[in-house]
C-alpha cells in the first residue's frame, strides 16, 4: 500500500484545489512597472497579468502605481485564476492627475471578453486604491460609462477582496459586482473611506454594490470624509 502514497497524495491536492493556490509571483517591476508615483504603469500592469499563469498572483512591491483609465475599454483588465497582492497600506494603486472621468479601474479584461466578460477565481488582497479625487473632480455622469468605479463586474464568480483599503473612493458605487446569474463575492477586512463629490448633488452613492448570490461582507469599516446632505451608503444589496 505504501508504494500508492505519492499518487494518492498528488490526487488529494490537484482535486482539493491545493496545488492550483500554489502558483507563482508575478513581480510587476519585472513587466516594466515603476511605482514611483509620477510614471504611467497600467500598460505594465496589464502586461504582468497577461503573462500570469492559473494561480499566479502578480505582485506589487511598495510604491504608488498611477494608472490612466478612460471609457469601457481602459482599466486595468482581470483574468480569471490570476490573483493582484501587496504589501497593505504601501502598495497603493491611483488613478493619475488630472485623468478625467473613465468607467472603472479594474473590470474583466479583453481576454475575458471586455467589461461585460466573465471573471472567476479571483483574489485581490493587501492593495490600496486611490481615485485620485484631489485632481479629478469632474462630476460623475448617471450612466455607467462615466461613473469612476474602482472594481466594475458583471459577470462572475468567486471573487474575494480582502485586506484592500480605499481611499478615497468617491464612485456611484465603488465596488460593483452587477449580475444577478452571478455568484460568490467575499469582501473581508477592507477599509473604505468615502469622498462625497460635491458637485453630483442628487446621486446617491453605494461604496459596496452587490447584484449576485452566495456573498459576505464581514469586517470592513466605511467612513464618509466630508459632509453629505444627499444619500451615503456602505452596502446595497440586490437579489
Not at 513581480?27 to 502586461?47: E, H, L, P, Y
Amino acid at each position: 500500500m505504501k508504494k500508492y502514497l505519492p499518487f494518492l497524495l498528488v490526487a488529494f491536492l490537484l482535486s482539493s484545489g491545493f496545488a492550483h493556490a500554489q502558483g507563482k509571483r508575478i513581480n510587476v517591476k519585472s513587466f516594466g512597472a515603476v511605482g514611483n508615483g509620477s510614471t504611467d504603469d497600467m500598460r505594465a500592469i496589464q502586461k504582468a497579468i497577461d503573462n500570469a499563469g492559473t494561480g499566479d498572483t502578480v505582485y506589487f512591491p511598495e510604491g504608488t502605481y498611477i494608472i490612466s483609465p478612460s471609457d469601457t475599454t481602459d482599466y486595468i483588465g482581470l483574468r480569471s485564476n490570476v490573483n493582484l497582492s501587496g504589501v497593505k497600506g504601501k502598495s497603493i494603486i491611483k488613478v493619475k492627475p488630472g485623468n478625467g472621468n473613465f468607467a472603472t479601474m479594474l473590470g474583466a479584461a479583453r481576454s475575458q471578453g471586455g467589461l461585460y466578460g466573465k471573471v472567476s477565481n479571483v483574489t485581490i488582497k493587501n492593495l490600496t486604491f486611490n481615485d485620485n479625487y484631489a485632481t479629478n473632480s469632474a462630476s460623475i455622469g448617471r450612466d455607467r460609462p462615466t461613473r469612476n468605479q474602482v472594481i466594475s463586474l458583471f459577470n462572475f464568480n468567486n471573487i474575494t477582496i480582502d485586506n484592500c483599503i480605499f481611499n478615497p473612493i468617491s464612485s456611484r458605487n465603488g465596488l460593483a459586482f452587477n449580475s444577478s446569474k452571478s455568484s460568490g463575492v467575499t469582501i473581508t477586512n477592507c477599509d473604505f473611506n468615502f469622498l462625497w463629490r460635491e458637485k453630483d448633488k442628487y446621486y446617491d452613492n453605494s461604496t459596496v454594490y452587490l447584484e449576485c448570490s452566495n456573498y459576505k461582507v464581514q469586517n470592513n469599516s466605511f467612513r464618509v470624509l466630508n459632509k453629505s446632505i444627499y444619500a451615503t451608503c456602505a452596502i446595497e444589496v440586490h437579489g
